[in-house]
């Protein structure tokens, strides 16, 4: 007679979102890994992601509503320095590889592209590009390939 497992709610890996102020007016938003009995490896909080400044008032708005939809709300980051949520694994996922394409991009027009690509993919999705841009040797090759996908080219009109 072989036991039958079922699964615990106290098995799943465990993300937090940080919210914080660099100066008035810029809020800087990252997230983390921390550690849980899901993920073994992870000893102590790892950083996934995050974004500031000029990238990230240009997809706040999103981002807020996609936190909203989660249940988070960062509004307490005006009264205290930092401000911690933990996160479901989707919307962490997803925000983390948002953040991580974005954080180098310049050009607005491609970075609200990538910012819709990211946001309408699946969650199991963004868990392959996200597992891939950060345990990969290169990275940054990664991050490219993900940009190049939503990115339309120059003159190319279909």
Partial sequence: MTKRVTPREGIRPSYELR???AGAGNLVLEIWQLPSRAT???RQPHYIGGLAGRNLALVEPRVLKQLRAGGVD???VRQAPLVRADLHE???LRLGLTFRALAPM???THMRAVSDGVEAMAP???AYWLGMAMRRRHPR???MALRCLFVEPAGFRA
Avoid: Q
Wanted: hydrophobic share 45%; proline share 5%.
């Fill in 19 to 21: 919210a914080s102020k």
């Fill in 40 to 42: 073994p490896e992870v």
């Fill in 74 to 76: 960062i509004g307490g």
């Fill in 90 to 92: 989707a919307l962490a």
């Fill in 106 to 108: 310049r050009n607005r």
């Fill in 124 to 126: 199991e999705e963004a």
């Fill in 141 to 143: 090759r990664v991050l």
